[in-house]
């Protein structure tokens, strides 16, 4: 619920409370009266409403017991007086809850505000070209109100080598984002030089095997697009990357695993052919392992023709939508990051230019 949708209801339920307790005081026999009832309305109001909004519910409050004390003529028995301090008492506790709650929630505001731009700092913004490859990326956390998560993606961009990076770190929430920014960070620092990616793979997992404890780790696919008509590829404990031709004919590209970062990874890589047109689509888990709701995974193939017709933004946009319609309540478990590379060899031209590389549902 929205906050002005919340704030509305709020005010409905408070007025719509006290009418129907006055209606209930006109009905009800004299020496049945519903007076402390009343303070309910500034509780209610309290919730959700401003301050001054919970001060007017809380002086209405008191309105209306004055009124009912003067229609039922019980202003000369004690009861009536208690009945009005327990009002009067009631509405300036509401008045103080709503102000305690309006500060915490300044402070709280205050608060997400800075850890949004650190999660945004941590996510490397993707160029939309790195030599002969357009990079397209799209992120979701599964976090609710978090903009990263566990999930990364990075490049590399030094002399002739392009090299790209999307992994997956074991965990969620902040400590899966820290994890993530050492993964990155380790991953730019052997990618630049490094000469093979069984090389920076061994070196990233160097640099994060103190940080890890026995239970971490992280998975990731490494691509290297330095060279015309072909790509190397290494995984570490990664699901395998879709090569989708030109045609719309796609599979998914047979990878060794390998061991995780952080377990001892650097295995050997593979190289495969890489014509112009081509598009690789590299994904975490979350596309990989998103289920309906009969348990039944998304099947990955049948991707295929949107990610070859249509332009890169579309495409990714597209997959998000199929994601979100086949995952059940349309709400993901897991965090998601998926990176569309295309061979563009003697067809892009300009320089790299910067694009997001987040989607929000």
């Given at each position: 619920?929205?906050?002005?949708?919340?704030?509305?209801?709020?005010?409905?339920?408070?007025v719509?409370?006290?009418?129907?307790?006055?209606?209930?005081?006109?009905?009800?026999?004299?020496?049945?009266?519903?007076?402390?009832?009343?303070?309910?309305?500034?509780?209610?109001?309290?919730?959700?409403?401003?301050?001054?909004?919970?001060?007017?519910?809380?002086a209405?409050?008191?309105?209306?017991?004055v009124?009912?004390?003067?229609?039922?003529?019980?202003?000369?028995?004690?009861?009536?007086?208690?009945?009005?301090?327990?009002?009067?008492?009631?509405?300036?506790?509401?008045?103080?809850?709503?102000?305690?709650?309006?500060?915490?929630?300044?402070?709280?505001?205050?608060?997400?505000?800075?850890?949004?731009?650190?999660?945004r700092?941590?996510?490397?913004?993707?160029?939309?070209?790195?030599?002969?490859?357009?990079?397209?990326?799209?992120?979701?956390?599964?976090?609710?109100?978090?903009?990263?998560?566990?999930?990364?993606?990075?490049?590399?961009?030094?002399?002739?080598r392009?090299?790209?990076?999307?992994?997956?770190?074991?965990?969620?929430?902040?400590?899966?984002?820290?994890?993530?920014?050492?993964?990155?960070r380790?991953?730019?620092?052997?990618?630049?030089?490094?000469t093979?990616?069984?090389?920076?793979?061994?070196?990233?997992?160097?640099?994060?095997?103190?940080?890890?404890?026995d239970?971490?780790?992280?998975?990731?696919?490494?691509?290297?697009?330095?060279?015309?008509?072909?790509?190397d590829?290494?995984?570490?404990?990664?699901?395998?990357?879709?090569?989708?031709?030109?045609?719309?004919?796609?599979?998914?590209?047979?990878?060794?695993?390998g061991?995780?970062?952080?377990?001892?990874?650097?295995?050997?890589?593979?190289?495969?052919?890489?014509?112009?047109?081509?598009?690789?689509?590299?994904?975490?888990?979350?596309?990989?392992?998103?289920?309906?709701?009969?348990?039944?995974?998304?099947?990955?193939?049948?991707?295929?023709?949107?990610?070859?017709?249509?332009?890169p933004?579309?495409?990714?946009?597209?997959?998000?939508?199929?994601?979100?319609?086949?995952?059940?309540?349309?709400?993901?478990?897991?965090?998601?990051?998926?990176?569309?590379?295309?061979?563009?060899?003697?067809?892009?031209?300009?320089?790299?230019?910067?694009?997001?590389?987040?989607?929000?549902?």
């Amino acid at each position: 619920m929205t906050n002005t949708r919340a704030v509305r209801l709020g005010a409905f339920i408070a007025v719509a409370w006290l009418l129907l307790l006055s209606v209930v005081d006109v009905l009800v026999p004299p020496d049945i009266s519903p007076d402390p009832l009343f303070a309910l309305a500034a509780l209610v109001a309290a919730a959700v409403l401003s301050p001054r909004a919970t001060a007017g519910f809380a002086a209405a409050a008191v309105v209306l017991v004055v009124l009912s004390g003067l229609y039922n003529e019980a202003w000369d028995t004690a009861q009536q007086w208690v009945r009005l301090l327990d009002v009067v008492l009631v509405g300036a506790a509401a008045v103080v809850i709503a102000e305690v709650r309006v500060r915490r929630e300044r402070r709280f505001g205050h608060v997400a505000t800075i850890a949004e731009v650190a999660q945004r700092a941590v996510l490397p913004t993707l160029p939309a070209a790195a030599a002969d490859v357009r990079v397209t990326a799209r992120y979701q956390s599964a976090v609710e109100d978090a903009v990263v998560g566990g999930d990364l993606y990075d490049c590399s961009l030094a002399g002739a080598r392009v090299r790209f990076l999307v992994g997956d770190v074991r965990g969620k929430g902040l400590a899966a984002v820290e994890q993530a920014a050492r993964v990155i960070r380790a991953f730019r620092q052997a990618a630049a030089t490094a000469t093979s990616l069984p090389d920076v793979a061994s070196d990233v997992d160097a640099y994060l095997t103190p940080f890890m404890g026995d239970e971490d780790f992280a998975t990731a696919l490494m691509v290297d697009a330095s060279h015309r008509g072909r790509v190397d590829l290494l995984s570490c404990g990664h699901p395998p990357p879709m090569l989708i031709r030109p045609d719309g004919t796609a599979e998914l590209l047979t990878v060794p695993p390998g061991l995780p970062l952080g377990l001892g990874a650097g295995d050997e890589s593979v190289t495969l052919s890489w014509e112009a047109g081509d598009r690789l689509l590299l994904y975490t888990d979350g596309l990989s392992e998103a289920r309906d709701e009969q348990g039944r995974f998304l099947p990955l193939l049948e991707l295929a023709p949107t990610l070859a017709a249509a332009q890169p933004d579309v495409a990714l946009d597209g997959v998000l939508e199929r994601v979100r319609r086949h995952i059940a309540g349309g709400r993901l478990s897991d965090d998601l990051a998926i990176v569309l590379l295309e061979n563009t060899a003697g067809r892009l031209t300009g320089g790299a230019t910067h694009a997001s590389g987040e989607t929000e549902w």
